[in-house]
DNA sequence: GCTATAAAAATTATCTATAATTTCTAATTC
DNA sequence: GAATTAGAAATTATAGATAATTTTTATAGC
């Protein structure tokens, strides 16, 4: 029982991997070392292979043929344009979920909303975060908008907590709510628009520092 | 001499497989032996299935665990939400792209345009259409947002070619021009809008089918 | 003739082995 | 002591082999 979306070894590997970069664990320009990485799975490198080719895909690992893969990095340059496409895919996702939203969908996103403004740490405000989303743009029901969201979101979760490595101070999100609002009462445009400059946010520090410039020196109130 | 970008076997077959797909050379639905393929390529199967995740990663083909890889299927709906995603992000790409367009660029562009409209068939006439929107994009620097644009315009591309299968009618296109007449006058806005509205016809017939119906039943005049 | 079932063939997913290349280490030279 | 180069170790990319699963084909029953 308890089975699985994806059943391949590879996978799995890939899964597992994405996710310690996207946290941090696996931190910008460290190579991955297939033989290594096959031995603590416990396999043979040939998924592991594969698994590289999924990450590459997803923008969290680049490979130099013959010479390996390693951990993708990233400046404030390309989280920027990351914020930038979610920007504009997920206002294109919001648009056609509009119609197709119940209440019930509201309130779970309500509830998510919640559940980040008491979140104790980064991850679980990011998970809250996630959620939020999600929730709201799944309804869309296009497939393709959703993975690549997904994939954009990930890359803006890996900044989020490069940036953040230190400390976690409380904080309510009104755009969260302001968006949920908008919605209820049938202002699409409206939410979508206060949905663009949130995500448009990400990267967008207070003392913004220039081109270049290591990531976690910068600050963003970011969703 | 003459070096090839990508050095791996698996880079070279993950092309080769993605240029028949899109083509309409293998049909939606095959199933993609990798033995079959492996041999073809004088290989042994493990890079035919680093390129199968390449292929997946760029929707043109799925893979279920344990029963193989099959040419992605498409029907109306995704392409028009292909068309969509692409109208949002070249849109983005060309807001940015703008500050960074010179003369030599837009003549280039041009006469991309100019070649589209004196091609003898459907194949020329999405080559330069492609190498018409790579020009005008391309200047926006950012790398992610190219490579998501060039993945769905290969999707694009592939329903372009199955709803063309048989006879090409030669056409002018406007809005080509008129982008990049609004670029050379430096109004912006209105060459994103009409890049959008121009990518957005895309999958929009005439005489429009309804859902679920086979692509090639539908015209489309689409950029 | 059609459906169900069982055996055979083909296919996938993975492992182990190997050649080629790159990276690391250490000795040698200036 | 720093730079260079030669050799050793590690690593990548691919091939070949194998177990498990799926698909196909052929057969038996109705």
Same sequence: chains 1, 2.
């Avoid at 202002?187 to 995500?199: C, F, G, K, M, P």
């Avoid at 520092?209 to 109130?221: C, E, K, L, P, Y």
């Amino acid at each position: 029982m308890a089975k699985e979306p994806e059943d391949t070894i590879a996978s799995r590997i890939s899964r597992v991997l994405a996710d310690r970069i996207v946290r941090g664990e696996l931190s910008a320009g460290l190579r991955l070392r297939q033989d290594h990485i096959a031995e603590e799975f416990g396999t043979s490198h040939v998924p592991v292979r594969e698994a590289f080719r999924r990450l590459e895909a997803q923008g969290l690992a680049i490979s130099e043929p013959r010479r390996g893969v390693r951990v993708a990095s990233f400046d404030l340059k390309e989280v920027r344009e990351v914020a930038e496409m979610r920007a504009a895919l997920e206002v294109l996702a919001l648009r056609h979920a509009a119609n197709h939203l119940t209440p019930a969908i509201l309130d779970a996103a309500e509830e998510a909303a919640r559940e980040g403004d008491v979140a104790v740490d980064v991850h679980a405000w990011e998970d809250a975060n996630r959620r939020f989303h999600r929730l709201i743009l799944a309804p869309c029901g296009m497939n393709r908008l959703l993975a690549s969201i997904d994939d954009l979101h990930a890359a803006s979760a890996r900044f989020l907590f490069s940036a953040w490595r230190s400390g976690w101070e409380k904080r309510t999100d009104h755009d969260h709510r302001a968006i949920l609002l908008a919605l209820r009462q049938g202002r699409v445009e409206e939410a979508a628009s206060i949905l663009e400059r949130h995500v448009q946010w990400i990267g967008r520090a207070p003392k913004s520092a220039q081109r270049g410039t290591n990531v976690s020196d910068v600050f963003a109130i970011v969703g």
